[in-house]
């Protein structure tokens, strides 16, 4: 006798359905900027009307906030948290940089959301705590490669932080998407810090 799967249950299924919704904003957003962002469209492309979108999302503001934990999640896959933290600053930079090479839509999201905030204080905020929270992540690590002495002293500073945040937030500009541009910008930066072993 043919045994039955045993069903998901509801949590694991909205979990899901909430995954997919996010997604597929992520793809609407990257593929025709924030203005080309339709709901109805969304909901329609994971097969579910908008009132159940509206149901995980009641507001459209809910779901750029969930897109955007999506895009900086990206984004912590590549701090890996073995090693020393001077090798973990260099993978981590050179993540990233691999990161935006093979996901350019994680470019253009970022780099939509940022022109958006300019004009939609809800987006700012929203844009705001998320690189707050990569601010202090990124400042944790360079502290402790300051502790071992891997680093310059001067490099476990806010601004030092705020200085790599800046040089990988603009390798999202079309500009910067040239591999070369892109490459050359991580390599002065690493040799700035003096991370040891720095050689691309």
């Known amino acids: 006798m043919a045994t039955r799967a045993a069903p998901h249950p509801p949590g694991a299924v909205s979990e899901k359905r909430r995954q ?12 025709r900027g924030f203005e080309g962002l339709r709901t109805r469209e969304v909901a329609a492309e ?18 750029i906030r969930a897109v955007l ?7 912590r896959t590549t701090l890996a948290p073995h ?40 987006i700012g905020s929203i844009l705001n705590e998320m690189y707050d929270v990569w601010h202090v992540t990124l400042r944790g690590l360079l502290r402790r490669a ?10 476990d500073s806010d601004a030092v932080a705020a200085l790599i945040i800046a040089t990988l937030t603009a390798m999202t500009l079309p500009v910067m998407s040239d591999a070369r541009r892109g490459d050359q910008a991580l390599r002065q930066l690493e040799r700035w810090l003096g991370i040891p072993g720095s050689r691309f």
């Open 20 to 31: 997919q919704l996010v997604l597929a904003a992520y793809r609407e957003i990257a593929e």
């Open 46 to 63: 994971v097969g579910v009307n908008i009132a159940t979108l509206h149901y995980y999302f009641p507001t459209k503001e809910s779901l």
């Open 69 to 75: 934990d999506h895009a900086m999640g990206r984004f």
């Open 83 to 122: 090693g020393s933290p001077a090798d973990q600053l260099r993978n981590y930079l050179r993540a990233t940089r691999k990161l935006m090479l093979d996901e350019p839509e994680l470019g253009a999201v970022m780099a939509e959301l940022a022109l958006r905030s300019i004009r939609d204080d809800s």
């Open 146 to 155: 300051v502790k071992e002495g891997k680093l310059r002293p001067e490099a």
